[in-house]
T-cell receptor
Framework: DTGVSQDPRHKITKRGQNVTFRCDPI?????LYWYRQTLGQGPEFLTY????????KSRLLSDRFSAERPKGSFSTLEIQRTEQGDSAMYLC????????????????FGEGSRLTVL | DAKTTQPPSMDCAEGRAANLPCNHS???????VYWYRQIHSQGPQYIIH???NNETNEMASLIITEDRKSSTLILPHATLRDTAVYYC???????????????????FGQGTTLQVKP
């Protein structure tokens, strides 16, 4: 078990460019979450997948943002036409529902992908 | 999910117990109290959770008042590596019940910044 991994860890881009982040969850985790965190704030929920289905999207997820999890394993978060306000840490988390007795509901977070838009 | 209130910052001397309070006066009967922490430049990390009873694990203890309107996270012997932002989160159903529409997502506030000093 290598934990949740995210790539790239850091991305600097110019305003107007598109960027894509990848998240590899813990293997066999069926739940995957994306969060955004700006300086001094707690993480804000963006979207949630159960297997390959995107079941919830926050109002924070504007139509410039799209997330996919095509095979129910890794996920990508794409931001089109980036703006300076998109500068943030993008965090991915995964969890596994295995049954009510054994499941703590714990989310395992990656170390995040930091985006800087110039 | 109920809202939580935490002090923005606290200091603790190394080797002493750190007691981090959290108010969740609107908590309802099926809502769990979760604690996560975030060390600088890392993703949040699960610490402990509970429903009614006090809980203890290798990291910390969680004391929940009888009326469940507040709780305290206790780090019994704080070290410099415990310096982090600590988040108290209330979440319904633990995100663990089969067939539940609960996604298991966590809603973070701003947390308490704990500074452990030598």
């Amino acid at each position: 078990d290598t934990g949740v991994s995210q790539d790239p860890r850091h991305k600097i881009t110019k305003r107007g460019q598109n960027v894509t982040f990848r998240c590899d969850p813990i293997s066999e985790h069926n739940r995957l979450y994306w969060y955004r965190q700006t300086l001094g704030q707690g993480p804000e929920f963006l979207t949630y997948f159960q297997n390959e289905a995107q079941l919830e999207k926050s109002r924070l997820l504007s139509d410039r943002f799209s997330a996919e999890r095509p095979k129910g394993s890794f996920s990508t978060l794409e931001i089109q036409r980036t703006e300076q306000g998109d500068s943030a840490m993008y965090l991915c988390a995964s969890s596994s529902f295995t049954g009510p007795i054994l499941n703590t509901g714990e989310l395992f977070f990656g170390e995040g992908s930091r985006l800087t838009v110039l | 999910d109920a809202k939580t209130t935490q002090p923005p910052s606290m200091d603790c001397a190394e080797g002493r117990a750190a007691n981090l309070p959290c108010n969740h006066s609107t908590i309802s009967g099926n809502e769990y109290v979760y604690w996560y922490r975030q060390i600088h430049s890392q993703g949040p990390q699960y610490i402990i959770h509970g429903l009614k009873n006090n809980e203890t694990n290798e990291m910390a203890s969680l004391i929940i008042t009888e009326d469940r309107k507040s709780s305290t996270l206790i780090l019994p012997h704080a070290t410099l590596r415990d310096t982090a932002v600590y988040y108290c989160i209330v979440r319904s159903d633990g995100g663990t019940t089969a067939g539940s529409s609960n996604t298991g997502k966590l809603i973070f506030g701003q947390g308490t910044t704990l500074q452990v000093k030598p």
